[in-house]
């Protein structure tokens, strides 16, 4: 089922009967009788054939007027994985939107990164989807506000703001007007604080208020899936600050000397290997930046860390920040790093038919690891040629070190020594910190601590004497200015053909290096880096021809994984 299919009634009706984790994310269930929409995987009993109806995106289903199911959760749903095979203009815009593209800088921004006018993508949106692009954001933030309520005790103020709402009052009225009662009304039935106190009920001895009474009390919704969901693992960590604080500086999302500790579940379509892909990142990590192991993963970001770990059925993600506004690119950032929405089922059924078939029903979870930021794997993909996987890291900490920012304003502690420039350390959002070339920066005790520079921050950075040859800091330094200016979209919203050559007119960058960079940075699934020297190695080993490639199209990345892995016993 690709986003230009029609949704056929038959097949989303046999799925959803089925429960079908495969469609999971590709449409949603609307039950007239309830106005409810849920997930085709709900637990509910299945509704009459006569009362549903069924939508591409939750953004049409709210669209239609229905609300979403507090028990299946569509704000959990991993994302259509067709939209990366179609890699068009409204598959494109999806990802931007989910970037926080369109809450930053509204329709005209978002189409002026697709290099389209706002009527075409309005008419394109509403051909695809049935509704335009602000009612898709409107609905990201909706569902993404949602799960911080049900799953974190997240002040109700830095929920609105996490989420991308302009304003408290714009985020209670249009929480109202889609759903039908107030931010506080679903904290106080779904959320952490509802599911303690129903704890606390439960004691022996004790006779207040059920945990079934207190699901039912405030709520102003009858759910077509029945009860309120309180099996979620995710919780805040200590410290964090619970519902219903002030704190100076909330009203923006922001807790001076109080960051946020929130932990939220990720869920993926299963199998899902996740300890091959974390391997994979472990052997790529780039000190002081990133941390990992076949068991998790680490990074620093703007203002805090993040941490990714396997958990049963989803990946779990911690996040600490100065700053919750940036949540909301996180979530999506990390979503499209782990590969999280892709359809193992169909891969596996398309590579199954080749010679590929031994490593697919070794692997059948095997995903391709993305990129948490698209211009910091391009300059990967560079540093990276014609040098070992431990070599590379060498190098790239050595440029982190160089133009690279603490990920927290004047975080000295990041520093071996003093900042030699006078006053206090430059942050993310100011000029470079150039002091501390020969400073130890790395993952400590407290993780990584450093953010990959910029392009803007590598273009004018000086790269002698890190080990680079002089052919290679010239090939970063025209990526860097090429990024800088806007002429290469490395974020995902390029084309992916037109990225690639342009990528090739820069000296420096061939084929493979494109096909890696597209593969990764770009989330092209049927993106090849050609001339690789482990693949043809792992291809030899198992006779398979090379113009065998052909056959594993659209899904030639994913084959790449399979044949690099099946190097690794």
Known sequence: MTPHQTLDFDSCYR?????????????????????????????????????????????????AGFRPCRRCRPELSPGDPGWDVAADLVGRALRLIDDGVADEYGVAGLASRLHVTERHLLRLFTAQLGVGPLAVARTRRLLLAKQLLTETPLPITDVAFAAGFGSVRQFNATMKEAYGFAPSDLRTTSGPLARAASARTTRPGSRTTTSAEAANQGSQTTESAGAVNHDSQAIASPGAPTSGSRVAGSSRGVTPGMPATLTLRLNYRPPYDAETLLGFLASRAVPGVEEASPTGYRRAVPGGVITLAPAVGHIRLSVTLDDTRHLARIVSRCRRLLDLDSDPGAIADALRATALRPLVERRPGLRVPGAFDGFELAVRAVVGQQVSVAGARTLLGRIAIRAGTPA??????????????????????????????????????????????????????????????????????????????????????????????????????????????????????????????????????????????????????????????????
């Open 15 to 63: 799925a959803a009967s089925a429960r079908d984790t495969r469609f999971d994310g590709r449409f949603y269930t609307a039950v007239t009788s309830t106005g409810i929409y849920c997930r085709p995987i709900c637990p509910a009993r299945t509704p009459a054939r006569q009362n549903v109806r069924f939508y591409r995106h939750a953004a049409s289903a709210e669209a």
């Open 408 to 569: 927290k304003p004047y975080d000295v502690a990041a520093l071996a020594g003093p900042p030699s420039p006078p006053g206090p350390l430059a942050g993310p959002s100011d000029q470079p910190y150039d002091g501390g070339r020969s400073a130890r920066v790395g993952a400590d005790a407290d993780g990584p601590r450093l953010l990959f520079p910029k392009a803007e921050w590598l273009a004018g950075a000086d790269l002698s004497g890190l080990g680079l040859t002089g052919r290679r800091v010239t090939t970063l330094k025209i990526l860097a200015e090429k990024t800088a200016s806007g002429e290469l979209d490395l974020d995902g919203g390029a084309d992916p053909a037109e990225t690639a050559s342009r990528l090739l007119d820069i000296p420096g960058i061939g084929p493979w290096t494109t096909g890696y960079i597209v593969m990764r940075a770009l989330r092209d699934p049927d993106a090849w880096p050609s001339g690789d020297l482990g693949l043809r190695r792992a291809m030899k080993a198992l006779d398979i021809p090379e113009d065998d490639t052909e056959r594993w199209r659209p899904w030639r990345a994913y084959a790449a994984l399979h044949l690099w892995s099946s190097e690794t016993p």
